[in-house]
């Protein structure tokens, strides 16, 4: 059984619209996810530096981030980032090129956990429908046209509240949509922007949205978290071939 759970953290300004990293890493702490998709985590102009440093993330929430970036002072790609627990191995990773007015894309790691192997992708869709299901369309064609499939999680903030209509249908017909509540806006929330979806060989046994006195402040989304069992799924190859070796 792991934890994942997906965050926009607004850049690390509040909805006292003050910047304290120093929040969003507590609220990192409480969620105690094993793996975490952030969104917008750098700044919007200039030299789009992270709003949060890779050595806080580190030191702050205990988390390995993995640098999607293309500029010096970033960390994500189009904002997006995954962090991953320590002794979770890091096998490859992939920026994912999404279709839009605005810029918009999404990041991808496939993580050795244990003995299990997994694929994880981050998104944050944008806030026109037409959009929204052109991009969910091109996640999915990415995730077809990679050599090896693997189970996967997707989450993050898909700007889509309806399951039935928009892009949530382009997700739901072949994967696990998990409903842990709204989330958006983090001080009344009455939207569930923000998602969490497996692939169905994935079992998603619980999910909800991270309620505290600090999550409320820390951005304007709540963050929801998801636990999934990777009980069914079998040894990575790695350790198939490590068990042949050693058997008489």
Not at 84 to 113: H, K, S
Request: neutral net charge; contains cysteine; aromatic residues 4%.
């Amino acid at each position: 059984m792991i934890r994942v759970a997906t965050y926009n953290i607004r850049k690390s300004v509040g909805t006292d619209w003050r910047r304290r990293p120093d929040r969003v890493l507590a609220v990192l702490r409480e969620i105690d996810a094993d793996v975490v998709a952030l969104q917008e985590i750098d700044r919007r102009f200039g030299s789009r530096i992270a709003s949060l440093s890779p050595g806080d993330i580190v030191e702050g929430a205990g988390y390995q981030p993995i640098d999607f970036s293309v500029r010096a002072q970033s960390l994500g790609w189009h904002g997006n980032t995954i962090l991953v627990r320590n002794g979770i191995r890091v096998l490859d990773t992939r920026r994912l090129v999404l279709p839009a007015l605005e810029p918009r894309g999404a990041v991808l790691a496939d993580l050795e956990i244990g003995s299990r192997r997994l694929r994880v992708v981050g998104m944050h869709l944008g806030l026109l429908g037409t959009w929204r299901r052109k991009q969910a369309d091109a996640v999915l064609d990415h995730l077809e046209d990679l050599e090896e499939p693997l189970p996967t999680i997707m989450m993050g903030d898909l700007n889509e509240w309806n399951i039935w209509s928009g892009c949530l249908r382009h997700f739901e017909r072949h994967h696990h949509i998990a409903a842990p509540g709204p989330s958006y806006p983090s001080g009344r929330p009455i939207l569930p922007h923000d998602r969490i979806m497996t692939t169905t060989d994935l079992g998603i046994t619980n999910a909800g949205v991270h309620r505290s006195a600090l999550s409320r402040i820390a951005s304007d989304h709540l963050p929801v978290w998801a636990e999934i069992d990777l009980s069914a799924l079998p040894a990575s190859q790695s350790e198939s071939l490590a068990a042949t070796a050693d058997a008489p």
